[in-house]
């Protein structure tokens, strides 16, 4: 088993532990700490949906910086209870709400609830993010930001048919992440969010 940590926040330098389970690939701490840089360090009164949450780390991440609401979606038994597990040993959070489901099936039923920032970390060699992509931009807000991690570089023609434009993309390793945007709104990313191409 191994460990991440939370970078900062009110559980800054919590160790998060990683299960030992086959495709279990948890974002690197220097990589979540890449993309908070992005998103301007806080994530305060946004409502965040982690899919194929795994070891959780990237719902946790957000729950720390002030999340509102972080819904974890994890289809393995045992990750989704590490996870309620870390969260109750944490003190508790009623802002995260850990489901056990297949992240395609809770999708399709999952009402467009407009979420700020949505998290899509599959397991790779299978073709789901083309598959889920749709389903996760529905869920998405106007001004939403959804952040992919790859083992390639994703298509900006395939991403322009999903309505996205890429806003920060980097590579570490074999993996490659992006932060995503509906691509008509720029300037309502920039007022709202505080981001911009000098980030």
């Given at each position: 088993m191994?460990?991440?940590?939370?970078?900062?926040?009110?559980?800054?330098?919590?160790?998060?532990?990683?299960?030992?389970?086959?495709g279990?690939?948890?974002?690197?701490?220097?990589?979540?700490?890449?993309?908070?840089?992005?998103?301007?360090?806080?994530?305060?009164?946004?409502?965040?949906?982690d899919?194929?949450?795994?070891?959780?780390?990237?719902?946790?991440?957000?729950?720390?910086r002030?999340?509102?609401?972080?819904?974890?979606?994890?289809?393995?038994?045992?990750?989704?209870?590490?996870?309620?597990?870390?969260?109750h040993?944490a003190?508790?959070?009623?802002?995260?709400?850990?489901?056990?489901?297949?992240?395609?099936d809770?999708?399709?039923d999952?009402?467009?609830?407009?979420?700020?920032?949505?998290f899509?970390?599959?397991?790779?060699?299978?073709?789901?993010?083309?598959?889920i992509?749709?389903?996760?931009?529905?869920?998405?807000?106007?001004?939403?930001?959804?952040?992919?991690?790859?083992?390639?570089?994703?298509?900006?023609?395939?991403m322009?048919?999903?309505?996205?434009?890429?806003?920060?993309?980097?590579?570490?390793?074999?993996?490659?992440?992006?932060?995503l945007?509906?691509?008509?709104?720029?300037?309502?990313q920039?007022?709202?969010?505080?981001?911009?191409?000098?980030v």
């Amino acid at each position: 088993m191994g460990q991440l940590r939370i970078i900062a926040g009110k559980w800054r330098r919590r160790s998060i532990p990683v299960q030992d389970l086959k495709g279990l690939r948890p974002t690197p701490d220097r990589v979540r700490e890449t993309l908070f840089n992005w998103l301007g360090q806080r994530c305060d009164g946004w409502r965040c949906l982690d899919l194929f949450a795994g070891s959780g780390a990237l719902g946790l991440e957000a729950a720390s910086r002030g999340a509102t609401q972080v819904v974890f979606i994890e289809s393995d038994a045992l990750a989704a209870h590490a996870i309620e597990q870390w969260v109750h040993r944490a003190g508790g959070a009623p802002e995260c709400q850990i489901v056990r489901a297949k992240a395609q099936d809770w999708c399709l039923d999952a009402a467009p609830e407009g979420f700020d920032l949505i998290f899509l970390d599959p397991p790779f060699g299978m073709g789901m993010i083309e598959r889920i992509i749709p389903m996760a931009t529905r869920l998405m807000a106007p001004t939403g930001l959804l952040y992919i991690e790859s083992e390639a570089p994703l298509d900006a023609a395939g991403m322009a048919a999903h309505g996205l434009s890429e806003f920060r993309a980097d590579k570490a390793g074999a993996v490659h992440y992006h932060l995503l945007q509906f691509s008509a709104s720029q300037g309502a990313q920039d007022a709202n969010w505080g981001l911009s191409g000098n980030v």
